[in-house]
Nanobody
Framework: QVQLVESGGGLVRAGGSLRLSCAAS????????MAWYRQAAGQQRELVAG???????NYGDSVKGRFTISRDNAKNTMYLQMNSLKPEDTAVYYC???????????????WGQGTQVTVSS
């Protein structure tokens, strides 16, 4: 019923920029926290950045000062602006959201399919 779709990934040189988008669709009553996670090959999935419905944010230490998370509640979409990219940012980036379905009051955690970001040196 609910779908999260990431877009904007690709191949970029070190020092370059990318902007990721995550669009939520379906029978959505409300979206609470949204977040970006990433998983590099052979590594554990880690939090990149999170944003609450009111706009408060938090970032992983490795991306502070380089990445900016934002959201457009009217569009059920969040974004991740990634600047000064480094090869170590190479990973699959996943969208995550806590969502209530219309007609319900149960909070559920949804994941997108992921989008590949590759940063060359």
């Amino acid at each position: 019923q609910v779908q999260l779709v990431e877009s904007g990934g690709g191949l970029v040189r070190a020092g370059g920029s990318l902007r990721l988008s995550c669009a939520a669709s379906g029978n959505i009553r409300s979206i609470y926290t949204m977040a970006w996670y990433r998983q590099a090959a052979g590594q554990q999935r880690e939090l990149v950045a999170g944003i609450a419905s009111g706009g408060s944010t938090n970032y992983g230490d490795s991306v502070k000062g380089r990445f900016t998370i934002s959201r457009d509640n009217a569009k059920n979409t969040m974004y991740l602006q990634m600047n000064s990219l480094k090869p170590e940012d190479t990973a699959v980036y996943y969208c995550n959201a806590e969502i209530m379905i219309t007609g319900d009051s149960v909070l559920y955690n949804y994941w997108g399919q992921g989008t590949q970001v590759t940063v060359s040196s």
